[in-house]
């Protein structure tokens, strides 16, 4: 079963970065689609980046466009959320997910679709 972990949270000030990482075990994430997705308690979870693991295709809502990178690490198995210039709408819960279904798709398609694996979440406040 793939495992899926992130990390790299915290509190940063408004223009500040943060680097997220989920990290996969128990399968090779070759294949498969990562989608990025943050959620505000009380609110809908809105997934916010996506990308092909074995292409580097990636995708990004308006929001984050320019500010957020999506990058990988095959041989340490593991997908990045490089934040930049965070402002303080970008305060959630944000979980990385994987799914080989999506392999070959459309990845804003993708972002709107089930993906089975998720982690468990890492917390980022951004806050002066």
């Known amino acids: 079963q793939l495992h899926l972990v992130e990390s790299g949270g915290g509190l940063v000030q408004p223009g500040g970065s943060l680097r997220l990482s989920c990290a996969a075990s128990?399968?090779?994430?070759?294949?498969?689609?990562i989608g990025w997705f943050r959620q505000v308690p009380g609110k809908g979870r809105e997934g916010i980046a996506c990308?092909?693991?074995?292409?580097?295709?990636?995708y990004y809502i308006d929001s984050v466009k320019g500010r957020f990178t999506v990058t990988t690490n095959n041989a340490e198995n593991t997908v990045y959320l490089q934040m930049d210039r965070l402002n303080t709408g970008d305060t959630a819960n944000y979980y990385c997910?994987?799914?080989?279904?999506?392999?070959?798709?459309?990845?804003?398609?993708?972002?709107?679709?089930?993906?089975?694996?998720w982690g468990q979440g890492t917390r980022v406040t951004v806050s002066s």
């Open positions: 990308i092909s693991f074995d292409e580097g295709n990636t």
């Open positions: 128990g399968f090779s994430l070759r294949s498969y689609t």
């Open positions: 997910a994987a799914d080989s279904s999506h392999f070959g798709r459309p990845l804003d398609y993708a972002l709107r679709s089930a993906f089975g694996s």
